[in-house]
């Protein structure tokens, strides 16, 4: 046998056979591939759930992150193998479309990778694996369907359950109290309930300021103006406010290309000086007198947007000036102040303005400070948030966890309908999967119960992250799933298996179908790899 055996491997290997059609190849890569892939998979696995584990991510400047959100983690690793990068676009993709779900989707690929690996071994096609996960994570998009109940956007307690969901997970979980309605609040302010089908969360503006805790974040009943330069003397609070948000500058005009202008004499200096004050003079009263009296200018980046002398001209007229502006908020100032933006100096007129009762300055720590604006008489379809946090990292983690929120309930604007959290939706799809496999033929039917045995995973990890033994829950739940209780779940509060809907763990139907339709599509792409090329540049 051994005296067989031994020319067959070596003409495989040897140079008449194996010329140019090297067969391993493409197995090795795929196989290298999946590894890569599994192991970025792997890092945010213990991040899942409200029992998960944070990330400190520390940048090559210095510079460190805490956090939990799966997005946040694998947008800031270095990843370096092509195909990990798709897992990190994978949680961007799902960042973007549900703002929430970015470490389960990227878990639920790692775990169809493993899976595919298990079939590639068994000799099953990667085309005919990737295929059948196709139709496999279709039919999960209809189960789930079946499973998720529709939610009526007006019960505000429904929508502050499923936020809660979604801020259980994170650092700042202790704040969901606060946060949670907050959100609901936020998204309630900038849509039309019976019409919209969409937010846009450009419309929610959040200003982070540190100091204080979280606990004194609030949602302004009016607008909050980050000032991040200051006018000199002028007025730092302005009642009756008539607010105008201008476009152009008011410094000098520039030529369009470079030119010197000589100046031989004192005669002619003063002249040029003189010149210089009654063009920023003559604009200053033009403003004064539309009756502005708060003033917000977008920042230019050609030439200063304000001088220092027309600053001083502003503060003799009692003129608050906000400036620097940045050019993608002026729709939402525009929209909340209720002003139109000016972009030249003849369209300056009392109707373009906004009103407002109060404009004033408020000090959020001794060097900073923000601009709060209320009584806001036709405040457009936005709304301000100010959060406080005592230090940056918190500052910045309840933020990201705040969108996260925002998303959720953005998902149910886009689509009214929730799902039980805890594992329950993808043990349910797991089990009627495994029951549909039964009707499936050869190839297919390993698929089919490969991928259902992958999506245990979630349920799987969120009790392993909680300290439960793992595979007693994961059975326990599945013998559940298999009697009809399709909204048990993994109670990571008591430490057992229950109904997780009485626990008010919600979720949005949008973030876990589409978590689980984008795994697939993840998984199907990496398996038609059959070799990385470098490219010359
Ligand atoms: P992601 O970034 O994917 O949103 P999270 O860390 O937010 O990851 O975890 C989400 C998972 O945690 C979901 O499967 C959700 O159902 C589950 N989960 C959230 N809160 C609870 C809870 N109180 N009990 C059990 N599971 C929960
Ligand atoms: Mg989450």
Known sequence: MTMQSAPVAKASNGPKMGAFKDKDKPASVRSSNIVAA???????????????????????????????????????????????????????????EAGDGTTTV????????????????????????????????????????????????????????????????????????????????AVKKVIDLEHDDNVNLKMIKIVQKVGETVEESELIDGAIIEQKSMGRGGPTKVEKAKIGLIQFQISPPKTDMENQVVISDYAQMDRALKEERTYLLDLCKQIKKAGCNVLLIQ??????????????????????????????DIEFYSKILGCRPIASIDHFVPESLGYAELVEEIHTSSDERVIKVTGLQNPGLAVSILLRGTNKLVLEEAERSLHDALCVI????????????????????????????????????YCWK?????????????????????????????????????????????????????ENVLQPLLVTSFAIKQAAECVRSILKIDDIVMAIR
């Open 410 to 445: 953005r998902c149910l604007v886009k689509k009214r309908a929730l799902l039980p959290g805890g594992g329950a939706p993808e043990m349910e799809v797991a089990v009627r999967l495994r029951n549909l496999a039964q009707t499936k033929q050869g190839a297919e039917q």
């Open 38 to 96: 599994k192991s970025v998979a792997d890092a945010v696995r213990t991040s899942l759930g409200p029992r998960g584990m944070d990330k400190m991510i520390q940048s090559a400047n210095g510079e460190v992150t805490i956090t939990n959100d799966g997005a946040t983690i694998l947008k800031q690793m270095s990843v370096i193998h092509p195909t990990a990068k798709m897992l990190v676009e994978l949680s961007k993709a799902q960042d973007i």
């Open 450 to 502: 490969a991928f259902s045995d992958a999506l245990e995973l979630i349920p799987y990890t969120l009790a392993e992250n909680a300290g439960l033994s793992p595979i007693t829950t994961v059975t326990e739940l599945r013998n559940a799933h298999a009697n009809g209780k399709k909204d048990f779940g993994v109670n990571v509060r008591k430490g057992c298996v229950t109904d997780i809907r009485e």
């Open 299 to 328: 920042k230019s980046i050609l030439r200063d947007a304000i001088n220092e002398t027309a600053l001083h001209f502003f503060a003799k007229m009692k003129i608050m000036v906000i400036k620097d502006i940045e050019r993608d």
């Open 106 to 185: 990227v878990v639920l690929a790692g775990s169809l990778l493993e899976a595919a690996d298990n079939l590639l071994a068994k000799g099953i096609h990667p085309t005919t694996i990737s295929e059948s996960f196709q139709r496999a994570a279709h039919q999960a998009e209809e189960i789930l369907e079946q499973m998720s109940s529709p939610i009526d956007l007006k019960d505000d307690n429904e929508l502050i359950k499923l936020a809660t969901t979604s801020l259980n997970s994170k650092v700042v979980s202790q704040y969901s109290w606060l946060l949670a309605p907050m959100a609901v609040k």
